[in-house]
């Protein structure tokens, strides 16, 4: 946990690893502390955990989503028990997460795993999120997802970003891997924050940062190498994936793996938008898992394949 009042006096942070975004802890003062993400539900023990130390006996008033792929909500159900504090979440899914509706959410598209909630209010872009003396401003910022919003605070010049800007780029662009418009998303969200005079940085993943400039130098670098050559973005997306669902089953023999690239439909959709490279999807599959492998990011052992890196 990171509480720096150089950063912001009223916030902590809590940094975590992957598979889960990082918790950042706004303090009420007395009035009730607000979470925003809640992380994996695979970590929602360790949240927990973090939270309690974190509260030193405030009260949790609620837990703020900015937007809602599995590693930044996946832990408002533990939390929901634990504190039985309401969850908010941006207006675009509303519904989808009343019904739980895996297709019209991302998990479905995915295969990636979401204990499912039940939300109690929206966090409205263009609204202003009040917690003890802080106002945070609620600003839409599609692009990784086209419904994230971002959090700042004028008055100290902090910026909680999510997945809209890392220290070096941003989430992966998955309207793009949809096979919809999602560049010029990316690239108005930047200007947005280009536009406001943010001191500090909190990501949704790795270290808060205060070269604001220069990790908007590297996004917008990043950015057009992407629009330059979309199929670059499509492969690295397709790694994500593969990666990603290693890190949550940590291992899984390689026939088990081949059904599950073979069932998951962001993967078929980049498949079809590469023009059916290595002529079958399984082939395709394959040579990611190779790519990876060579990288370190997994190992094959004795027909196993196991998270590494």
């Given at each position: ?302 027909g196993v394949v196991h998270d590494a890196g």
């Amino acid at each position: 946990m990171r509480t720096d009042p150089t950063l912001h006096p009223g916030l902590s942070v809590f940094e975590r690893g992957w598979l889960s975004s990082n918790n950042v802890l706004l303090a009420g003062e007395g009035e009730g502390a607000v979470l925003v993400d809640s992380s994996h539900c695979l970590h929602a023990a360790q949240t927990v955990q973090l939270l309690h130390h974190g509260l030193r006996g405030e009260p949790l008033a609620a837990v703020v989503n900015t937007h809602l792929h599995s590693d930044h909500c996946g832990g408002n159900a533990a939390l929901q028990r634990e504190f039985g504090a309401p969850v908010r979440i941006p207006p675009g899914q509303w519904q989808a997460v009343l019904d739980w509706d895996e297709q019209a959410l991302s998990y479905a598209a995915t295969r990636q795993r979401c204990e499912r909630f039940v939300p109690q209010g929206r966090i409205e872009p263009g609204s202003t999120l009040r917690v003890g003396r802080c106002g945070w401003q609620v600003l839409a910022a599609p692009g990784h997802d086209p419904h994230s919003v971002v959090l700042y605070d004028d008055a100290q010049g902090v910026l909680i970003s999510a997945d809209a800007l890392w220290e070096n780029g941003f989430g992966v662009v998955f309207p793009e891997l949809a096979g919809e418009p999602g560049f010029d998303d990316v690239a108005a969200t930047l200007d947005l924050i280009a536009g406001l005079d943010a001191r500090w940085v909190i990501p949704g993943h790795g270290a808060p940062f205060a070269d604001v400039a220069g990790a908007l130098a590297r996004a917008r670098a990043r950015l057009a190498t992407m629009r330059a050559d979309p199929a670059r973005h499509t492969r690295y997306a397709a790694k994500v994936l593969l990666k990603y669902h290693l890190m949550e089953v940590r291992s899984q023999p390689l026939a088990a793996l081949r059904q599950w690239l073979a069932d998951t439909p962001y993967l078929h959709q980049a498949w079809r938008q590469l023009g059916h490279p290595a002529g079958s999807l399984a082939d395709w599959g394959d040579a990611l898992l190779a790519e990876l492998a060579a990288s370190g990011a997994l190992a094959l052992h004795e027909g196993v394949v196991h998270d590494a890196g």
